[in-house]
Structure formats: structure tokens, C-alpha cells
């Protein structure tokens, strides 16, 4: 399967980072989006995104928002979304997991735990 990421954050530095990291992993298919709308309306008109990486920190609709967002939509709900986040509390976690996310990451992080990351997703995905 070809993967097509939706990075999302409303940095521009930290989609520069995860898009560098991706890069750096093999993966060059990407797009990116400034908050949760811009996601929104990028999924809408690409029907070819398969992975998504969000922030939850973002003005307008948040990170959490979308993730419920994409739940709630019937030809969204099973896109694998992996949340990079400087929200380390358990609490927060718990509502990620709670909202549906599939896995969680706490900046700042190498490329190596985002590679980890993404490759746990990609299994249960290919189960």
C-alpha cells in the first residue's frame, strides 16, 4: 500500500520536521494543513490520503476536534491518525485514545520513534 500523509499542524516548523522526518523514512507522499478545517477540506478534495499525523494544539479546530471529526464521517472514520503532541498528561492521552486515535507521540521526537510509531499503526492496519 502506498501511503499518502496529511500532516497537519498549525507550524509551520513542526510540518517542516515531520515532513523532513517522512522524507528521511522513505516516504515522499505528503500534504499539509494549516489547522483542523484546513484537514478537513483537504480529506474532502483528496480522496487518495490514507494517513494522517495531527498536532492538538491548533487555533480553530483543534487536533481532538478533528480526530472526532474524521470518527463521526462514515468514509473517514477507519484512516489510521497518529497524534504528535506536546500534551504529555495522562489525561490528555486518555482523551486521544478515548476520541479514537490510534497512536500518540510526544514532541519533541526522532525519527525513529515516529517511524516506530507509524509501523505500529501499519500492523494492526495490515492484521
Do not use: C, H
Amino acid at each position: 500500500m502506498t501511503l499518502k500523509f496529511l500532516v497537519v499542524d498549525d507550524s509551520l516548523t513542526m510540518r517542516r520536521i515531520v515532513a523532513n522526518s517522512l522524507k528521511n523514512l522513505g516516504y515522499e507522499n505528503f500534504v499539509e494543513a494549516v489547522d483542523g478545517s484546513d484537514a478537513l477540506n483537504k480529506l474532502a478534495a483528496d480522496s487518495t490520503i490514507n494517513f494522517i499525523i495531527t498536532d492538538w494544539n491548533m487555533p480553530g479546530l483543534s487536533g481532538l476536534d478533528l480526530l472526532k471529526a474524521i470518527r463521526s464521517n462514515e468514509k473517514l472514520k477507519k484512516l489510521p491518525v497518529l497524534m504528535v503532541t506536546t500534551r504529555g498528561v495522562k489525561e490528555d492521552i486518555v482523551d486521544a485514545m478515548t476520541a479514537g486515535v490510534n497512536n500518540y507521540v510526544i514532541k519533541p521526537f526522532t525519527p525513529q520513534v515516529l517511524k516506530e510509531k507509524i509501523n505500529q499503526i501499519l500492523e494492526t492496519y495490515n492484521r
